[in-house]
Structure formats: structure tokens, C-alpha cells
């Protein structure tokens, strides 16, 4: 079946560091590609999302990247701060699967002061 | 801003009990899904609704039903609670067939 797969658990990097989480998904049919920041105590809040006709996309602060060829993402975070650390979840989603994600289990980012 | 309200933060219930979980949406939003998350687990589509009265099982609904008598209101049911059901459940809804924005959650204890 169709898996979405982060490649750490925990990432710890330094305040002012850039981080770089990653995630891996199997399904070619994926088009829509979406990160989730989740704090402690709180629902997952979404941070950026990407197309498949896309393989960059900016917000602030934050890159996603997009390799369909090894299906691929990653979001980038620039100069992290004590407020990014929390759990962040990628989901893929398809055009054919109408409206289901499918979400990976999540890489917990500790930034140190 | 989209807001999803869930009716309780916290719930503990016995086992056997009949568990109602709430989720209101205030946008308007045509979908709305009910999720469970575990660690190691990540999380799982439990149950969606793209219209009023209309739903659809996701990857694990048994155990559960749901009931949309509202657009922007959609309710998880637990029929006979077990502890197996200890859980954090999420509520979400969208409306397009993309980005999903998400209540606070509600952690169950089933005892």
C-alpha cells in the first residue's frame, strides 16, 4: 500500500542553524505534497504545500523541495528558532484519491539554545 | 482565520461506555475528517464526509461510526469503548480536496 516516510525521528540542531527535514513517499500518483508543524499539546497546523508541476516553493523562512524522480520532499527551515522545535509531519495527497492524505509518522525538531 | 473546535481536550471513559466526540468547523468547509494519532503510529484516517450526511470509511473504522446532520459539524462515536481506543483524536476539515486544517485535538482514556 501506499506509505509516506520520514528518515529521522529527531533532528537536533542549533538555534540560528538551518534545518533540513525529509520525507520519502511511494505512491507516483501523488500531485499534492503538504508539511505539517505540530506543537506540543496542539493540533497539527499546516506550514507550506507544493504541486506536483512545482519542485521549489518558498514561504517564510521555510523551502519545500519536490524530487518526483525519487519521490522525494523536504522542507527547509532557515535559521531555526526555539519556536520551530515541535513535530512536523509531511502528507501526500492525489487527485485520485479525493481528498485523502496520507501522512508520515513525523521528525521531532529540537533546537538548542 | 479557519477554526475547528473539538468539544473536549480531555475524556476519560470505562470500558463499554458509548464515547460522542464533537467537531465543529466555522468556515463553511464541505470536508471534514476524524482522526486517531498513536506514537510510532502517526495519523489515521479513521472516518471523512464530503457532504451532510454523507461519509466514508478511511483506514481503520472499526469500532467507530460518525453522523454529519450539519455541514459544520461532524461526530465521532465510539459504540462500546475499549482500551485499545486510548488515543489522541483529530478532527480536520477542508475545503477543497487538499489542505486540511486541524482542531486541538482530544485525548481519550478509555479505563
Known amino acids: 500500500g501506499e506509505s509516506v516516510g520520514l528518515h529521522l525521528p529527531t533532528l537536533s540542531v542549533q538555534e540560528g542553524d538551518n534545518s533540513i527535514i525529509n520525507c520519502a513517499y511511494s505512491?507516483?500518483?501523488?500531485?499534492?505534497f503538504i508539511w505539517y508543524k505540530q506543537e506540543s499539546g496542539k493540533g497539527p497546523q499546516f506550514i507550506i504545500d507544493?504541486?506536483?508541476?512545482?519542485d521549489k516553493r518558498q514561504g517564510q523562512r521555510v523551502t519545500v523541495l519536490l524530487n518526483k524522480t525519487v519521490k522525494h520532499l523536504s522542507l527547509q527551515i532557515a535559521a531555526t528558532q526555539p519556536g520551530d522545535s515541535a513535530v512536523y509531519f509531511c502528507a501526500t495527497g492525489s487527485s485520485s484519491n479525493t481528498g485523502k492524505l496520507i501522512f508520515g509518522q513525523g521528525t521531532t525538531l529540537q533546537v538548542k539554545p | 482565520d479557519v477554526k475547528v473546535t473539538q468539544s473536549s481536550r480531555y475524556l476519560v471513559k470505562r470500558t463499554g461506555e458509548k464515547v460522542f466526540l464533537e467537531c465543529v468547523q466555522d468556515?463553511?468547509?464541505?470536508?471534514m475528517f476524524w482522526y486517531r494519532q498513536d506514537p510510532g503510529l502517526g495519523l489515521r484516517l479513521i472516518y471523512f464526509?464530503?457532504?451532510?450526511?454523507?461519509?466514508e470509511k478511511g483506514d481503520i473504522p472499526e469500532g467507530y461510526s460518525v453522523s454529519r446532520e450539519k455541514k459544520e459539524r461532524f461526530s465521532l462515536i465510539l459504540e462500546s469503548a475499549s482500551t485499545n481506543q486510548t488515543s489522541m483524536y483529530l478532527c480536520a476539515s477542508s475545503l477543497t480536496r487538499d489542505e486540511q486544517y486541524f482542531g486541538p485535538g482530544t485525548r481519550l482514556t478509555v479505563t
Open positions: 507544493i504541486r506536483s508541476n512545482m
Open positions: 505512491n507516483s500518483a501523488s500531485d499534492y
Open positions: 468556515m463553511d468547509h464541505e470536508n
Open positions: 464526509s464530503y457532504d451532510v450526511k454523507m461519509k
